[in-house]
């Protein structure tokens, strides 16, 4: 009983020196939502305690999904225009991405240290939406500036009004002279 005892805290001694690792990313999801050809872009963060570069690709798969291996279409496949880093050290980064096509993308950009097997990764989940608009929408925001843009907007008015009031004059002086 005493030699197992021995033994026991012999292994516990032994598994401490078990040397750790710390990856992350952050955010672990990034939600990118959009009109067509508009850029859009996102910041996050990857760390490690070890030092080291980390090389990263960006894959889309045509369904969601948290299957790794469904996400095998690049990001030309797919149709969207992606800016991001591909090799990084730690710190914080931007991912910037637009698409022409109106629908949902998802994709996983992942991240592996080099010289290792390590490697980590953020969902994207993208929704891009058509550009949509119309003559409210643009007078409204107009209206809504200062007096100057006011004046432009009746501007056209004042001219018809104008324009009304010569017609009928030069109306009035053709009945006399007849």
Do not use: H
């Not at 021995?6 to 009109?35: C, D, N, R, T």
């Not at 996102?42 to 690709?57: A, L, P, T």
């Not at 018809?160 to 053709?174: D, F, Q």
């Amino acid at each position: 009983m005493n030699k197992l005892f021995i033994y026991a805290i012999i292994l516990i001694l032994f598994l401490s020196f078990i040397p750790a690792f710390e990856i992350g990313v952050s955010p672990a999801k990034l939600i990118f939502e959009g009109k067509q050809s508009v850029e859009i872009c996102r910041n996050f963060s990857v760390f490690n305690d070890k030092g080291g570069i980390f090389n990263g690709e960006l894959k889309w798969s045509r369904e969601k999904t948290k299957d790794i291996s469904k996400y095998i279409l690049s990001s030309k496949e797919s149709n969207v225009n992606v800016k991001f880093p591909i090799k990084i050290i730690n710190g914080k980064y931007e991912i910037c991405l637009s698409s022409e096509n109106e629908r949902e993308y998802y994709g996983i950009l992942s991240y592996k240290l080099e010289n290792s097997s390590y490697a980590i990764g953020i969902w994207i989940e993208v929704k891009i939406k058509k550009n949509e608009y119309s003559i409210l929408s643009l007078t409204g925001k107009i209206v809504e500036g200062n007096s100057l843009t006011k004046l432009f907007i009746f501007t056209p008015l004042l001219l018809v009004i104008v324009l009304l009031l010569l017609l009928s004059k030069l109306k009035k002086k053709n009945r006399e002279l007849v």
